[in-house]
């Protein structure tokens, strides 16, 4: 280890700078750390930083990294920094060593494919970062070896977290320390800092997983999410840009920035918009790594979206406190030690019985904490409960009908429903099939939109006997779609638009307009990460769901 920071120590009068010398024993993790700083030396520049050896290995990009696969941004190989680095951010005297303003902009862990060693030795290192804005397939080419600074590549892999023709959309959006929430000027008027963790050296991670919540950008946010942990940083490294980028001329590009999770033991608890979140690092989605924290994140996320779907309406919940690969439990009434966040409503179907409801994003966030992976909403509100506001036809296929089938399916009940003069909404489950959702004015009970949704659908099953059934019989679905009218009595309820699903690789039940169906392939076009970019651009097709004022007729 003294050799690896003999370099960067050289260059560094540390009576005089407050950068830390490396000095201090940082305890191994179990995780890769991974940093990106932004610094403004003599010219603006990002310095991306992966944990290797007990350093971190470091590299400076003049443009910062790029979400376009397309583009190959120039990475400077500099001198390596010390752990201790991680948890720097403030301001380097102008007479020092890279004199000017660090930014902690981006912090988390990274995964390696294959052995990073013989990878770094053959000039690719191609790996997974878990950032809190930089999340997915990366990849480091080196362009040619020798001389004082050796000049790579840095590329986004081609994946769910890229973003075609829109490379510098993290760097431009993220404008703000990942740590501190200061913007540069901010850092530079505080003058140079360490994170709450200088003590010891440590970085306290923000999710130990991909948070591609983010793993996108989060432009319409609901609010900044702010986490009291702090993340790693490092040192602004002097670095010469071949190809006719020169240390005389200043940067022309900045970008923008995505968010992702930290390395370093997670604490205890945490919290999300001032809501407790205990275990953050519990992993709910052990195959893709998505944590208990990413989950609370989401949802306050997604809370604008999400909560004219689900804010006082009855709710039913899938918990599943140790995973989705343990026992997941059905929730429909409260119990003990439920936040206050969660109501209770009294209902009476055969008797009465307190069922659930919340009324706003601190009632999504306790759900988080008792880790519901999936919310279930009726087709009222709390305020007619009696009268329905929503009627869903849930288009349920066998496991061997194809999901060109089921679109067809759902276009069939769009079709009648205008023949009637009702407008729908498509909604990709998350599971295997399609809801139809059709607005209504509060004016019919139950029982009356019940019948009038088995009407239309047994008209279906008569007219087309050999694609789809009525009947709930797991003997009379084969090879047909089950069409599910049921869920338009009073207690049944539906997956709500963008609640997460307990499957395999945290799939959402995603919002679709019309157009988009011919492009789906599966009835999971979007996860709790990748949905994310979507919203954030202002892709929510529902918005106008509860404008539309329409009556069945009867």
Known sequence: MPGKLEAYRKKRDFAKTPEPSGKKEIKKEAVLAYVVQKHAASHLHW??????????????????????????????HVEDHPLEYGSFEGIIPQEEYGGGTVMLWDTGYWEPEGDPHKSYEKGRLDFALYGKRLKGKWHLVRMRRGGAKENWLLIKGDDGFAERGRGTAAIEKYQKSA????GMEGIAKMGATHSSHEASGKVSPIDPRPNAINAVPYQRRRSQIRQKNASIAEPPPEFIAPHGLREDKPAKE??????????????????????TITNPEKALYPGVGVTKIELAEYFAF?????????????????????????????QRHPSLGMSDDIKAVPIVINEDRDYLMINDARGLLALAQMAVLEIHTWGTTVDAIDAPDRMVFDLDPDESVSFARVKDAAREVRDRLLDLGLESFVLATGGKGLHVAVPLKPKYGWDTVKEFSHLLVKRMARDTPGSYTVSM????????IYLDYLRNGKGASFISPYSPRAKEGAPVAAPLDWDELR????????????????????????????KLKQTIRI
């Not at 900045?254 to 809501?275: D, L, N």
């Open 47 to 76: 310095d991306f930083r992966l944990e290797m050896d007990g350093a971190l290995k470091s590299w400076a990009v003049p443009k910062g990294p790029s979400l376009d696969p397309e583009d190959k941004r120039l990475a400077v």
């Open 179 to 182: 740590a501190s929430g200061r």
């Open 254 to 275: 900045v970008e923008r920035e995505s968010e992702v999770p930290v390395r370093y033991s997670m604490p205890k608890k945490t919290s999300v918009e001032g809501v």
């Open 302 to 330: 997604i809370a604008d979206a999400m909560l004219p779907h689900v804010a006082r309406r009855p709710i039913s919940l899938l918990r599943c406190p140790d995973g989705i690969e343990k026992n997941c439990i059905f």
């Open 473 to 480: 019989r797991k003997a009379d679905r084969g090879g047909k």
């Open 519 to 546: 492009r789906i392939r599966d009835a999971r076009p979007y996860t709790i990460r990748t949905i994310v970019p979507r919203v954030n651009r202002g892709k929510t097709p529902w918005n106008e769901i509860a």
